[in-house]
């Protein structure tokens, strides 16, 4: 084996990292199963059939980071129909912070307990303590179920459709839904009072069921020597046999349909700090030919006109749409400020199609139950805007998540468009987990429509795995080592083709409900296309980024994936009357892929990475072929 062939190298082509992902080991007790990964569960399943998503006793820190326990003492027992798990888990932070808690978990045919126990050793400072239970949400949406509450009532529900900004279920102590027909699962949860959150709100394909009110004060303390003692129990009844789950090594199919709309315009994000970093790269800037650049200003982060004007020579040299995303400070009179914004705008010569405004304070997350921040009406903010910048498209919502969107609607009739970003390692930064928010992506788009209506253009952006700005607390997460870390800004899977195959699926998702715009990366920095302190190394991304940009904006044809949790594409239609087709395997494993229609191809995988080139033609027909894992194929014919 040659080193570019190692297993090692292999990872690093395909996640930017060599480090291993936590192993799962998978147990069975008779018709249930589950996966264990790190001292959780996951994948839990009867019959084949997803249950719950996940069940996880975790610890988070004052800005919602979650510790990443280091287990001890993990001892396994498998046989007779069961299986049990035991173990101590410590949860370490930079400032010095310790806790240790317990693990034990039972399963059996027809269901588990998993209990939790923490006994601080000093004052320990928390957001969460406890257990986390996650119901999947594409068979479940809108779904029937029956929640037992704290006092003993049960009183039958459904789990929202359109994503509910606040909690759907408070004072819980159980939920009852259907798995499949005639079978029927009960969560159980003791030791605190339960709540239920909609996750989709975050992008996280999960309904999240969660230990402590977020109306109580957080962060709170922990008292030394006082234990935390929860339980989580699962009972499956089953009165009919459950139906097999389908093969999920079948051919995946490609079925196309008619010309709709337009693809999303493919643009890139140029904060101030990487505006010199991105000139300096113009030829590589050229060859992607986004049609939207995203300029972001901060007055509060003390950017003014020596950004503006790196901005105006970047826009100068793109033929694009140029858009400012602009932070209103709001500390002076509204007028005050974009007056003085137009201004500098105007003495920097730089050429602007559009630009969004959001109020500073609106960055940081209110939770439900919390106390809005003292804030000018947004009415307010968007005529101002519009009246320093009366011949530009005026965009509004939010810079932060949906889950901002939804709690704080904007006076869509006073806007051109609406905005807001996604990013997929909120609450978890595993490979499967953020592969599977692009599952929740078309609830959140059908969600926004509902909110701004259809016919309001809607814009997504900047959406990249690695997250820009925290509105959970102080700071993204540090992340020096390069690990797969929730919150962190720089994430090691923008290196390998991971980032590649997540960008076409986000895109194809996007592409199903006729977003005008998606920002997907940006050019350099730690979501960029190229390599960090490695000028001109054009990271796999950079070539998926390419392909979206060509099509951006071209007669989008419809193409539905017969597995999108496997593969996801999109096609649109060239001026000279041909298809395109962009297609990402989703998965760490090879799949079988039924194609539409053939032509001249290209392939993005591992085999390109480990070479240090570029995409490679290969030739495809209209029969099955081998898609490599996260690999991404362009057709065009």
Not at 92 to 97: K, L, N, T, V
Not at 340 to 351: H, P, T
Not at 376 to 399: D, K, N, Q, S
Not at 529 to 543: A, I, Q, S
Request: net charge negative; charged share 20%.
């Amino acid at each position: 084996m040659t080193a570019a062939t190692s297993p090692e190298a292999r990872r690093r082509a395909l996640f930017g990292t060599p480090e291993l992902e936590p192993q799962a080991r998978l147990l069975e007790a008779g018709a249930l199963s589950v996966e264990l990964i790190g001292g959780d569960l996951r994948n839990i399943r009867f019959h084949g059939i997803e249950v719950l998503r996940a069940i996880s006793f975790l610890v988070r820190d004052k800005d919602w980071g979650t510790y990443a326990p280091v287990l001890h003492d993990l001892a396994i027992e498998e046989g007779e129909g069961r299986f049990a798990v035991g173990y101590r888990a410590e949860c370490a932070g930079a400032g010095g912070e310790k806790l240790v808690y317990q693990g034990r978990i039972e399963g059996r045919p027809t269901g588990l307990v998993f209990e939790g126990e923490a006994v601080p050793e000093g004052d320990f400072l928390t957001n969460r303590c406890g257990f986390t239970v996650l119901h999947p949400i594409v068979a479940l949406a809108g779904a029937e179920v029956e929640v037992e509450h704290v006092d003993g009532r049960r009183v039958p529900a459904r789990l929202p459709d359109l994503i509910d900004p606040a909690q759907p279920f408070k004072d819980m102590r159980a939920i009852t839904h259907t798995v499949a027909p005639g079978v029927r699962a009960t969560c159980r949860l003791e030791g605190d009072t339960f709540e239920m959150e909609d996750q989709r709100n975050w992008s996280d394909a999960s309904y999240k069921t969660y230990v402590r009110p977020l109306a109580l004060p957080w962060p709170y303390v922990l008292p030394a020597g006082v234990p935390v003692r929860q339980r989580v129990t699962l009972d499956i009844v089953a009165e009919a046999a459950a139906a097999p789950t389908p093969r999920d090594d079948a051919p995946v199919v490609l079925t196309p349909g008619a010309t709709r709309g337009r693809l999303p315009l493919f643009g890139l994000v140029i904060a101030p700090e990487e505006a010199a970093a991105t000139r300096g790269a113009a030829d590589e800037l050229a060859h992607i030919a986004p049609q939207t650049l995203l300029f972001h200003i901060d007055p509060t982060a003390g950017h003014g006109p020596v950004e503006l004007a790196a901005f105006a020579k970047l826009a100068a040299a793109q033929g694009g749409e140029a858009v400012l995303e602009y932070v209103v400070p709001c500390a002076r009179p509204l007028d005050a400020e974009l007056g003085d914004l137009a201004g500098q705008v105007a003495a920097a010569g730089l050429r602007l199609d559009a630009i969004a405004v959001s109020p500073s304070v609106d960055r940081r997350s209110t939770p439900p139950g919390s106390t809005w921040p003292p804030c000018p009406p947004l009415e307010e903010v968007y005529a101002a805007a519009r009246r320093a910048f009366p011949a530009l498209r005026l965009g509004g919502g939010m810079f932060s998540y949906f889950t901002e969107l939804n709690r704080k609607r904007p006076p869509v009739a006073l806007l051109d468009y609406v905005t807001h970003c996604t990013c997929p390692i909120v609450h978890d930064a595993d490979d499967r987990a953020v592969m599977q928010t692009l599952e929740a992506l078309p609830f959140i788009l059908r969600s926004a429509r509902a909110l701004i209506g259809a016919d309001t253009p809607y814009r997504i952006g900047p959406s990249t795995i690695g997250m820009r700005q925290n509105p959970y607390g102080a700071r993204v997460m540090p992340n020096p080592e390069r690990r797969r870390v929730p919150m962190a800004q720089i994430d090691p899977r923008q290196d390998g083709l991971f980032a590649a195959a997540f960008l076409v699926g986000t895109a194809a998702r996007l592409a199903e409900a006729g977003v005008e715009s998606f920002i997907g990366a940006a050019l350099t920095g730690p979501f960029g296309l190229l390599g960090e302190g490695e000028p001109g190394r054009r990271r796999p991304v950079f070539h998926a980024a390419r392909w979206l940009a060509a099509i951006g904006g071209a007669p989008a044809i419809a193409l539905v994936s017969a597995d999108p949790a496997r593969v996801l594409a999109l096609a649109g239609a060239t001026q000279a009357g041909d298809r395109v087709m962009l297609a990402a395997n989703l998965t760490p494993r090879e799949q079988a892929l039924a194609l539409p229609f053939g032509g001249r191809a290209q392939l993005l995988d591992e085999t390109s990475v480990l070479a240090g080139e570029g995409p490679r033609p290969v030739a495809v027909g209209t029969g099955a072929l081998t898609l490599p894992p996260y690999a991404v194929l362009r057709v065009e014919g």
